[in-house]
């Protein structure tokens, strides 16, 4: 494949061996945007102080390769990247944002990169804009960030007013819905059992609506239906979950794995569900949503944001009324009892076919050549 000599990007990490869905998605994008332009990609040395992330390690592997260049609290190795800046000339930088914490290395790089560049393209992959802990100062610098950003990319749906609602300003942005994790099945031999499987994965925190979830769970009476939960604990600890569970007394019910799971287990709790859950309270994007698609087993969400769109247009699953946990317990009890008639024609082909990685590189790629022109 010829690539596009006009196009050169320099895409800011995490890239593996870090965890979590936003090394995950960049890793993915990264591989198809290298079949098409010229990209070099910058990953961290270390990226969060441990005092701040609560998770129990951040990568899978200690190794360290030679992308992996800078450490958004060390100052120092930022000037590094400016020399590498430099020397590969990029008229395209892509910043994934996530998280507050970024911004001044992210300022940095805009402001002195202007000095040696002066045509280029500063491009925002929002992946979660509005802070789950937002303060003022927060709310500042996100602001200032963007208006230094010529472009951002959405993950959620155009009718939502996020992006007015914490930047007071506008901004020009483009919305691509989230693409689709490839997997590699393993063959599975289902275990003899007689239950229905409800699954909730991910990272446990609080807007991630494991509480309501264990709610509606209690308020249905069966034996028969298991709800596995699999996700390290960013919000409490273990002991308020089972706690929790214990007194709801749903503890026959719950299937509860609180540690890091590598794919190739996971993979297999997946092939068990018969339906996945996902009771967030906000949503921007959702790379669990991403990732189960595969399975084409129906999904329960709250009627918000991104999930909303999705469920409504490709018909994959059904919502609940957010935070409704009564409605989130009857759609529950339907779907084990094969009420919903809705069900007979979910349509897990068309959103396979359409949100690739691939489509997504295409379309960012066309963005990005629109822009430089």
């Known amino acids: 494949m010829i690539k596009n000599s006009k196009i050169k990007i320099l895409y800011l990490g995490p890239f593996s061996p870090y965890r979590g869905g936003i090394s995950k998605f960049n890793d993915n994008l990264v591989k198809e945007l290298s079949k098409k332009v010229l990209i070099k990609k910058i990953n961290y040395k270390k990226l969060y102080p441990n005092f701040m992330y609560p998770g ?8 360290t390769n030679d992308d ?3 450490t958004p609290y060390n100052p120092f190795t930022w000037l590094k990247l400016l020399i590498i800046i430099k020397k590969f000339e990029p008229n395209v930088i892509i910043f994934p944002y996530w998280n507050v914490f970024l911004i001044p290395l992210y300022l940095f790089i805009i402001f002195f990169t202007k000095f040696f560049h002066k045509k280029i393209i500063f491009l925002s992959i929002i992946h979660n804009l509005k802070d789950h802990e937002i303060s003022k100062l927060k709310n500042i610098l996100i602001k200032y960030f963007y208006k230094k950003i010529n472009l951002a990319i959405i993950h959620e ?3 939502n007013d996020e992006v007015y609602e914490v930047l007071n300003t506008k901004i020009k942005y483009i919305f691509l819905n989230h693409p689709i994790y490839k997997i590699e099945k393993i ?6 059992n007689k239950t229905f499987n409800f699954m909730y994965y991910g990272f446990i925190r609080k807007y991630k609506g494991l509480d309501y979830l264990l709610k509606a769970l209690s308020k249905i009476k069966n034996s028969n239906i298991k709800l596995i939960i699999i996700g390290e604990i960013w919000y409490k600890n273990k002991k308020f979950w089972t706690d929790m569970i214990k007194q709801l007394d749903i503890e026959e019910n719950v299937i509860f794995i609180s540690n890091y799971v590598e794919d190739k287990e996971l993979i297999q709790y997946m092939n068990m569900a018969n339906c996945f ?3 967030y309270t906000k949503v921007t994007s959702s790379g669990v949503l991403s990732q189960a698609i595969n399975f084409k087993k129906p999904f329960i969400t709250s009627d918000i944001g991104i999930f909303s769109y999705i469920i409504k247009k490709y018909k994959i699953g059904t919502l609940f009324k957010n935070k409704d946990i009564d409605e989130l317990a009857a759609k529950m009890n339907s779907v084990y009892r094969k009420k919903l008639t809705n069900f007979d024609n979910l349509n897990f082909e068309r959103y396979l076919k359409e949100n690739t990685f691939n489509n997504y590189g295409k379309n960012l790629i066309k963005i990005c050549k629109e822009n430089i022109d």
Not at 56 to 63: G, H, I, P, R
Not at 187 to 192: D, G, I, T, V
């Open 56 to 63: 129990k390690f951040q990568k899978l592997n200690n190794v």
């Open 68 to 70: 992996q260049i800078i």
């Open 157 to 159: 749906t155009k009718t």
């Open 187 to 192: 063959p599975f031999k289902p275990k003899e």
């Open 277 to 279: 859950i996902l009771p």
